[in-house]
């Protein structure tokens, strides 16, 4: 593998892209920035985390063969300067509390670009910072971390960005195109997270379960077509009519393309990480109860994995 160092020259003028969250995807995201000569600034947890980074002399983007290192700049939420556009790619748990950490720096026109899984985090997101605009996204762009500080990029996918109120896309997303970021502005961004989270409803849990890659669930279709059953009418009941379409039938082409592929919660619960359960289940269960909608399947499914995660000593929310 061929490594080598990149000092790019910052296009001007522009606002900085501050990266809160520098797992896989928010360093996916910072290092195509960088090597696009946009000025990118990360947003680390605490000093600690600053100086681990600063004696790793930057973030290490891997493609193929090739390895790049970008020596990006990097600062702790108490940081001074002021933040215009911020891609937040945390965990849905640690998303509200990282943004109230930066809060107090958001300029008036700031935009927010929110890149978390299933949904709840989002809306909580938005409503502490009302004076923001938050935009929403949901990727199928593959990333992986092999190591402290380094990202691989392990499949070209699409990312698509929305605001909610239905506003129209902020010029400033130009840059993403200029860096390889293949995104699409979506008027429909909230029935694209919907049939997202129902698909990661219909896989993920059952693949903790059953301790299987996704192609495992070939022997589970009875249970996966009951699920998709049921979050069908969720979807059709969430005034989400359109992401109920054929959920069945993706659900099964997903699990066919990505057969030997682990899901994200699977591979959280097997590194004894938090997994994300209450943006995903949870948040389905909820929503099935607020308007009234029987869910056994779901809800059994959700209960067992509640168990199981409790079983080995994991957060179960």
Same mark, same amino acid.
């Given at each position: 593998?061929?490594?080598?160092?990149?000092?790019?020259?910052?296009?001007?003028?522009?606002?900085?892209?501050?990266?809160?969250?520098?797992?896989?995807?928010?360093?996916?995201?910072?290092?195509?920035?960088?090597?696009?000569?946009? &000025?990118?600034?990360?947003?680390?947890?605490?000093?600690?985390?600053?100086?681990?980074?600063?004696?790793?002399?930057?973030?290490?983007?891997?493609?193929?063969?090739?390895?790049?290192?970008?020596?990006?700049?990097?600062?702790?939420?108490?940081?001074? &300067?002021?933040?215009?556009?911020?891609?937040?790619?945390?965990?849905?748990?640690?998303?509200?509390?990282?943004?109230?950490?930066?809060?107090?720096?958001?300029?008036?026109?700031?935009?927010?670009?929110?890149?978390?899984?299933?949904?709840?985090?989002?809306?909580?997101?938005?409503?502490?910072?009302?004076?923001?605009?938050?935009?929403?996204?949901?990727?199928?762009?593959?990333?992986?971390? $092999?190591? $402290?500080?380094?990202?691989?990029?392990?499949?070209?996918?699409?990312?698509?960005?929305?605001?909610?109120?239905?506003?129209?896309?902020?010029?400033?997303? &130009?840059?993403?195109?200029?860096?390889?970021?293949?995104?699409?502005?979506?008027?429909?961004?909230?029935?694209?997270?919907?049939?997202?989270?129902?698909?990661?409803?219909?896989?993920?849990?059952?693949?903790?379960?059953?301790?299987?890659?996704?192609?495992?669930?070939?022997?589970?279709?009875?249970?996966?077509?009951?699920?998709?059953?049921?979050?069908?009418?969720?979807?059709?009941?969430?005034?989400?009519?359109?992401?109920?379409?054929?959920?069945?039938?993706?659900?099964?082409?997903?699990?066919?393309?990505?057969?030997?592929?682990?899901?994200?919660? +699977?591979?959280?619960?097997?590194?004894?990480?938090?997994?994300?359960?209450? +943006?995903?289940?949870? +948040?389905?269960?909820?929503?099935?109860?607020?308007?009234?909608?029987?869910?056994?399947?779901?809800?059994?499914?959700?209960?067992?994995?509640?168990?199981?995660?409790?079983?080995?000593?994991?957060?179960?929310?």
């Amino acid at each position: 593998m061929s490594v080598h160092s990149f000092c790019g020259t910052s296009r001007q003028p522009s606002a900085p892209w501050h990266i809160l969250g520098a797992g896989s995807m928010g360093s996916l995201w910072a290092t195509r920035l960088a090597r696009a000569g946009y &000025d990118v600034r990360l947003i680390l947890r605490d000093q600690a985390r600053l100086q681990a980074y600063h004696a790793a002399q930057g973030l290490t983007l891997v493609e193929g063969s090739n390895a790049i290192l970008l020596p990006i700049a990097a600062q702790t939420p108490d940081a001074a &300067d002021p933040i215009t556009r911020v891609l937040v790619a945390c965990k849905a748990y640690d998303a509200e509390y990282a943004v109230a950490q930066i809060a107090h720096r958001l300029s008036p026109e700031a935009h927010l670009i929110l890149l978390q899984n299933g949904l709840g985090s989002q809306q909580a997101v938005a409503a502490q910072v009302p004076h923001a605009r938050c935009v929403f996204a949901s990727s199928t762009e593959g990333a992986f971390r $092999d190591g $402290d500080w380094r990202v691989v990029f392990a499949g070209q996918g699409h990312n698509w960005l929305g605001d909610p109120e239905q506003g129209a896309a902020p010029t400033r997303l &130009d840059d993403l195109q200029h860096s390889g970021i293949r995104h699409e502005w979506s008027p429909t961004i909230m029935s694209r997270l919907w049939r997202k989270l129902a698909l990661n409803c219909a896989i993920n849990p059952l693949t903790v379960l059953h301790q299987c890659t996704n192609g495992g669930l070939k022997a589970h279709t009875q249970t996966v077509d009951a699920l998709c059953i049921e979050l069908s009418a969720l979807l059709v009941g969430c005034a989400q009519p359109e992401a109920a379409v054929n959920l069945s039938a993706e659900v099964h082409r997903v699990i066919d393309a990505t057969a030997q592929n682990y899901s994200s919660m +699977y591979q959280d619960v097997a590194q004894r990480r938090r997994t994300e359960i209450s +943006y995903l289940s949870g +948040y389905a269960c909820q929503a099935a109860q607020r308007i009234g909608l029987d869910t056994p399947h779901l809800h059994a499914i959700h209960q067992q994995l509640i168990a199981h995660l409790t079983h080995l000593g994991l957060p179960s929310h």
